[in-house]
């Protein structure tokens, strides 16, 4: 089961996605990725803290979301991803393209802008 929040900053976006993304939850996750695209904003973190596991079609709609992110003008960026999600990305050659970092990070570079 797939469990999404999301808080909004300025014109900051973070989805905090925890438990399991299988195929069974890309509809909610599309559903909230639709809302927080339609706020307009600047950048979008993806909390993955609390992501356990990911199944192909995950990984597939990771990509869609990076591609519109991408044709918006929006910052897509990944926040503390495990190892495992990490070690998927890389094989599919996901790291390239898809902006990797800490919460931390992420926080003193985007969020303490706005504070």
Known sequence: MLDISIDR?????I???AGDFYIDSIASAERSWN???AAEPRIIALDCRKLARIDSTA?????KFFNMAMAKKIRLVFCDVNAS?????ETARLKRHFVITSAKKFNDKYLRQIA
């Not at 990984?59 to 990509?63: A, D, F, K, R, S």
Request: charged letters at 20%.
């Open 15 to 17: 989805m905090h996605i």
């Open 59 to 63: 990984i597939g709609t990771l990509v």
């Open 9 to 13: 900053k300025d014109r900051i976006a």
């Open 85 to 89: 999600i990490q070690l998927l990305f």
């Open 35 to 37: 809302e927080v695209v």
